[in-house]
């Protein structure tokens, strides 16, 4: 989309206006609501194109984030505008209770085609977190059509992000999102993550440190009964704690775990799938098939909200015949708008070939993330795809990490706004250890590669100098 085809510009907007507006009336996501109090307002932007944003100020950044892991085409495709606006003319909403229509219809055929084994059916949601919400309740409800109503509990991993809704929270692994809306649903269990930068065992050996932590997820199923546990949730790679990727061989023996316990095995893909990994799914990138996928952000790019949760045909009969139904829905899943949307996404995914381009140049971006290891703040650098992150240590010899003071003025007191003012958005996260997460467009190149290295080199730099 070129400037002259933005639909809205900066000289349109009064930033005083909608400054004040966003002060009385704007509640944030995740943010802290004082900043629209202090003065400072809150960074207003106003156009997308390619895979750099603009402030309402007309300042220029790199979105080093693909705005929430999500705009994985990248800004400003006007085709995926234009085939929104058609379907809307055409028909703007019904829904798929009892009913469906012809979006809906092939992009569930285009995801059952894309997914892995005998994953073939798509319960289609309007995000990330509805998704693992539907999969959490069907895995309870399919053991009690199979016979088996005590099978209900669920196991995550440790610091893991699956979600805000009650039943996903459960199985979020980070108790400062969750103290204060306890009671939560019950039945969520932890086991550790594979987070091999701080591995508790086996921390000279990747893949014993890999069945190390895959085995504790047999333990945890002995120790609750494996006739109480209904589904393991896992992450290709995990998000919250700074992407961690598996090591060879776990996915392997965590399907070997949930066969022999007879336990469903959730890849929660609301991240990973769609190029981030350079795969439709990332579970085809670590060779197993787990029994259900959710999935969202990407599907669209961003463009329009939809998730979807994709079934096995073991998890689907139980449904296939009689009078059994899931009753369990959303006005807007499968909206026909959405699913335009993605048809025209996951055609452009195809026509320039993202997911080879991802693979292609991965190693390239880690390259240029590694050259950070001289800071002396920087520890780790891991990921996979085009998703990682860099772990920042008080001391690169112990791996001592910051203390919750320390953390706090380093992300939030310092190294987030410089960032931005930087020209760089990307996440700085202390769910876990204090971690930079880069996750862009699939677009980027080499030339971004460095870009991003040069911006994060001068102020990762001037913080360990403020330290």
């Not at 805000?164 to 932890?190: S, V, Y």
């Not at 706090?408 to 930079?436: H, M, N, Q, T």
Request: hydrophobic content about 40%; overall charge negative.
């Amino acid at each position: 989309m070129t400037s002259t085809e933005t639909l809205t510009t900066t000289a349109e907007h009064d930033e005083a206006s909608l400054q004040a507006k966003a002060r009385d009336h704007l509640w944030m996501h995740f943010a802290r609501q004082s900043v629209m109090e202090d003065g400072h307002g809150v960074p207003i932007i106003v156009r997308g194109e390619g895979h750099r944003v603009w402030d309402i100020q007309g300042k220029e950044y790199i979105d080093g984030l693909a705005g929430l892991f999500t705009v994985n085409a990248g800004h400003g495709r006007k085709r995926l505008a234009d085939v929104a606006a058609r379907q809307a003319e055409q028909l703007a909403f019904f829904p798929i209770w009892s009913y469906a229509h012809p979006s809906a219809i092939e992009l569930a055929d285009r995801l059952a085609g894309y997914a892995p084994g005998d994953l073939s059916r798509v319960f289609f949601t309007t995000g990330g977190g509805e998704a693992v919400e539907t999969a959490f309740k069907l895995a309870k409800y399919y053991w009690k059509l199979r016979g088996k109503p005590t099978k209900h509990k669920v196991i995550s991993r440790s610091i893991a992000y699956h979600g805000t809704t009650q039943g996903a929270l459960a199985l979020t692994g980070i108790p400062e999102m969750k103290a204060m809306f306890e009671p939560l649903t019950p039945g969520g269990f932890r086991v550790p993550n594979t987070n091999f930068y701080r591995a508790p065992e086996h921390g000279d050996d990747l893949e014993a440190f890999g069945q190390w932590a895959a085995d504790r997820i047999a333990e945890m199923i002995e120790f609750e009964g494996p006739d109480t546990v209904a589904a393991v949730f896992l992450e290709p790679v995990q998000n919250a704690g700074g992407c961690f990727p598996p090591p060879p061989g776990y996915f392997q023996r965590v399907r070997e775990i949930c066969d022999e316990y007879d336990v469903l095995l959730v890849s929660d893909e609301v991240i990973c799938a769609f190029g981030r990994i350079g795969q439709w799914f990332a579970c085809e990138e670590y060779g197993y098939v787990p029994d259900m996928i959710t999935c969202a952000k990407a599907m669209t790019s961003g463009y329009s909200p939809i998730g979807a949760c994709i079934v096995s045909d073991k998890v689907y009969e139980p449904f296939k015949h009689g009078e059994a139904s899931f009753p369990h829905g959303y006005t807007f899943g499968g909206h026909p708008v959405s699913a335009a949307v993605a048809l025209e996404n996951l055609d452009i995914f195809e026509e320039e070939k993202l997911n080879e381009h991802v693979r292609e140049n991965s190693p390239l971006f880690r390259a240029e993330l590694e050259t950070l290891l001289d800071v002396p703040i920087v520890g780790d650098v891991r990921g996979a795809g085009y998703f990682f992150g860099i772990e920042l240590v008080k001391d690169k010899a112990t791996k001592e990490t910051f203390n919750d003071e320390e953390s706090e003025r380093l992300l939030r007191g310092f190294l987030s706004k410089a960032l931005f003012d930087a020209g760089l958005y990307c996440r700085a996260d202390d769910r876990g250890d204090p971690v930079i997460q880069l996750s862009p467009p699939l677009t980027i190149g080499p030339n971004e590669f460095a870009q991003i290295r040069d911006i994060l080199r001068s102020v990762l730099t001037e913080a360990s100098e403020r330290l």
